[in-house]
């Protein structure tokens, strides 16, 4: 299948497996501090646009991260999101971390572009 006529759901596992990835790699060994909390969420941003902007990432869509990182012992956080988008191009996955101390989310949205 030819790069300009991939959809989302071509590369979708890919893309899931990508993103699993970094976090897991970037949060092995690491406790929560309140200090470093807001520089990993947005180095964990950056990482996922890199490693899907490069030479192996789907040709033709716009990457959007949105990334929250927060202590295990946080009482609740509620997150939301929404698009209005072409269902068979564009998607969106979530990409989660967990151990001891902290808890972090990757939403990743796909548009067409």
């Not at 200090?35 to 869509?61: C, F, H, Q, R």
Request: proline share 3%; net charge negative.
């Amino acid at each position: 299948m030819s790069k300009e006529k991939e959809t989302f759901a071509d590369f979708k596992d890919k893309v899931q497996e990508t993103c699993d990835n970094v976090m897991n790699v970037f949060f092995d060994g690491k406790e929560y501090t309140v200090e470093e909390g807001k520089d990993w969420s947005e180095t964990i941003s950056k990482n996922i646009i890199e490693e899907l902007t490069g030479d192996d990432g789907p040709k033709g869509y716009k990457f959007m991260v949105n990334t929250i990182v927060f202590p295990k012992n946080a009482a609740t956080v509620h997150s939301s999101g929404n698009c209005f988008w072409d269902p068979d191009n564009d998607g969106c996955i979530r990409s989660k971390y967990e151990n001891e101390t902290l808890h972090a989310l990757s939403v990743i949205f796909f548009a067409k572009a």
